[in-house]
């Protein structure tokens, strides 16, 4: 990066075409210490992006190109990898042997455990050393280590909302083994824009289904890593809208506590958060309140009854769950404001 003071951040985008990269040229846009200087699609090349996102408008839309990894230096500080799993970790290597920092939006970092991409990505990983370094991209848990990273792993939008409504309780209270369950509904753009059956309007309008059920799903083993180690029960949905997170988590503690302590818990816990707000007593998140947003809100109640912890968690999965929070940790790595360039309301799609 230049030295001179006024030299903003050259970032590239690989992925521009999907929602998540075209989320993050949107708002870097407006950003006030970084700008997009590369944005790469393979099938789009040659494109402008707004030819395929016409809400981004008329005025200087760069066209889409193939980007070589390796040619970047000297064009780009800092790459995001917005492709499909597997295909980023061959792209991060030369990048960071560039010079450049990346952060990844695909899954292809997040496991520590190398192991486990074989069994949860049908792929064995082929960039072992750079899987040990990368930094799990939650700010909210990892903010230190994220300031000295050069690779970052941004978490998945469902185990964002997932682990922000649970970490609290397992960081400082004891939860009962076996007991998390966590029940949670996605927008249709959490998918990605590759059109699949089951994502087909016709498929998805008035109709609600679960899928990954019975520990299939690859966001588990990611959860569970953050967790430390507790097994969870994991079930997503598919909702008939095209953005939000929506999660209900379920634990049971030991001894129990009321209501009011676990509230003040959250709040404690998520003081130096500026994304995270926790609802006053009584009240619970909904979707429409973090659209477009970088914000994970909080709900808790206590079911007296059964003993029961119910964390009530939402996000929007392509703010916290995607572009938003791979721009607050773009913020933490490079030293800028972590909230820099993060007030805009969603593009819609």
Do not use: W
């Not at 989320?23 to 030819?51: F, I, K, M, Q």
């Not at 949670?184 to 609600?208: H, M, P």
């Not at 676990?262 to 707000?277: E, G, Q, T």
């Not at 913020?331 to 593009?347: K, P, V």
């Amino acid at each position: 990066m230049s030295n001179a003071a006024t030299a903003k951040l050259k970032v590239a985008i690989f992925g521009a075409s999907g929602y998540s990269g075209a989320e993050l040229y949107r708002v870097l846009r407006a950003h006030p210490r970084a700008e997009v200087t590369a944005l790469g699609a393979d099938s789009s090349a040659g494109v402008p992006l707004n030819a395929l996102y016409p809400a981004l408008g008329p005025e200087g839309s760069p066209k889409l190109e193939k980007l070589d990894p390796a040619g970047l230096k000297g064009r780009a500080d800092f790459a995001f990898l917005c492709l499909p799993h597997v295909q980023s970790m061959d792209v991060a290597a030369p990048l960071i042997a560039a010079g450049l920092k990346v952060v990844d939006l695909s899954g292809d970092f997040r496991l520590k455990d190398a192991s486990a991409y074989a069994k949860y990505y049908s792929h064995v990983h082929s960039q072992e050393a750079l899987l040990a370094e990368a930094v799990y991209g939650l700010p909210e848990l990892h903010s230190a280590e994220i300031k000295k990273a050069r690779l970052v792993a941004n978490p998945g939008c469902f185990t964002t909302t997932s682990i922000l409504a649970l970490a609290p309780l397992l960081q400082r209270l004891k939860v009962r083994p076996g007991s998390i369950v966590i029940d949670a509904k996605t927008g249709v753009s959490g998918g990605g824009r590759k059109l699949t059956q089951s994502f087909q309007f016709v498929e998805v309008y008035d109709n609600f289904s679960a899928y990954g059920v019975g520990g299939t799903h690859r966001h588990i083993p990611e959860i569970e890593q953050e967790l430390g180690g507790q097994r969870v029960t994991f079930t997503p949905h598919l909702l008939p809208l095209s953005r939000g997170i929506f999660s209900t988590c379920y634990a049971e503690l030991e001894p129990s506590a009321d209501e009011e302590e676990l509230l003040a818990l959250y709040r404690d816990f998520y003081k130096a958060a500026p994304f995270v707000r926790v609802y006053p007593q009584g009240e619970l998140p909904t979707l429409r309140a973090v659209r477009g947003t970088n914000f994970c809100d909080l709900g808790i109640k206590v079911d007296a009854r059964t003993g029961r912890v119910i964390a009530v968690s939402c996000t929007d999965n392509l703010g916290k769950g995607a572009a938003f929070q791979a721009i607050q940790n773009m913020n933490l790595m490079c030293g800028f404001g972590e909230a820099e360039g993060l007030g805009l309301s969603a593009l819609t799609t």
